[in-house]
T-cell receptor, first 112, second 112 residues
């Protein structure tokens, strides 16, 4: 089983739709969680951190479910500019080092 | 402005040649990372360094080498032993604790 799993998609949604992505992780000792956005042929950019209490940034809401070991990202009122690949990231301490694991990414295409 | 600078943006390698990719950060981050991304694929970890003069192999270290003589700098050498070097190379850094990584804008390496 992969440490971090994401559905690669693509998710094709119309403008204005609400779309949600999930990401599951295998290690219950994982400590911090993030969502990144990556545009085609560009570097990943931090979208938001993910907390157990849930956090919201405009149209984006991230949630962590430690019991079921998944994180989610909800995008409301999708815009064409939201088209990108969304990467989930899980950090955990391992042997004195902090290990960072990326999911493969979920591709979102918002269509007019 | 604080950030991570990768150079060059594009690099071409001849057969049997070693090439070095530069990564410099002025964020005062302790940890630095190198990733490789192939078209349509996720990020794969090549090497990482948590402190100066110390680095660890990632998942695909064969054919690559690194050094960490200064906190700000983490150059990656792609050696002639790496038979399929064509990819997008990303450098990242992060501070200690449960903090996110920040990325440079990448180097695209191709074989001539």
């Amino acid at each position: 089983r992969k440490e971090v799993e994401q559905d690669p998609g693509p998710f094709n949604v119309p403008e204005g739709a609400t779309v949600a992505f999930n990401c599951t992780y295998s290690n219950s000792a994982s400590q911090s969680f993030f969502w990144y956005r990556q545009d085609c042929r560009k570097e990943p950019k931090l979208l938001m951190s993910v907390y157990s209490s849930g956090n919201e940034d405009g149209r984006f809401t991230a949630q962590l479910n430690r019991a079921s070991q998944y994180i989610s990202l909800l995008i409301r009122d999708s815009k064409l500019s939201d088209s990108a690949t969304y990467l989930c990231v899980v950090n955990k301490h391992s042997g004195g080092y902090q290990k960072v694991t990326f999911g493969i990414g979920t591709k979102l295409q918002v269509i007019p | 402005d604080g950030g991570i600078t990768q150079s060059p943006k594009y690099l071409f390698r001849k057969e049997g040649q070693n090439v070095t990719l530069s990564c410099e950060q002025n964020l005062n981050h302790d940890a630095m990372y190198w990733y490789r991304q192939d078209p349509g694929q996720g990020l794969r970890l090549i090497y990482y360094s948590q402190i100066v003069n110390d680095f660890q192999k990632g998942d695909i270290a064969e054919g690559y080498s690194v050094s960490r003589e200064k906190k700000e700098s983490f150059p990656l050498t792609v050696t002639s032993a790496q038979k399929n070097p064509t990819a997008f190379y990303l450098c990242a850094s992060k501070s200690a604790g449960n903090q996110p990584q920040h990325f440079g804008d990448g180097t695209r390496l191709s074989i001539l």
